[in-house]
Nanobody, 115 residues
């Protein structure tokens, strides 16, 4: 079991930046991948970015060049730096830990980008 707690969400104007952080209750070193997903009202949850245990990253096309995911195994955290935010980035952002056989989710943090 692991608990994931997100922080860093809020209200920002278009073009602004936010940094989300996900703190895990135990070591994340063994997880196959850590990721950030988002869900906007009326839409399905979608992958934003993920990072493997080896450090390989994957991004949704719509955030490439604007968002950066990073993980700190020593601090058991996964961060998402979001720059050049757009109104369409508004959503609840959830942290995910994938252990192949099981995955864990945080409760999410709201990001709202005003135009």
């Amino acid at each position: 079991q692991v608990q994931l707690v997100e922080s860093g969400g809020g209200l920002v104007q278009a073009g602004g930046s936010l940094r989300l952080s996900c703190a895990a209750s135990r070591s994340i070193f063994s997880f196959n991948a850590m990721g950030w997903y988002r869900q906007a009202p009326g839409k399905q949850r979608e992958l934003v970015a993920s990072i493997s245990s080896g450090g390989s990253t994957n991004y949704a096309d719509c955030v490439k060049g604007r968002f950066t995911i990073s993980r700190d195994n020593a601090k058991n955290t996964v961060d998402l730096q979001m720059n050049s935010l757009k109104p369409e980035d508004s959503a609840v952002y959830h942290c995910n830990a994938n252990d192949i056989a099981v995955e864990y989710w945080g409760q999410g943090t709201q990001v709202t980008v005003s135009s």
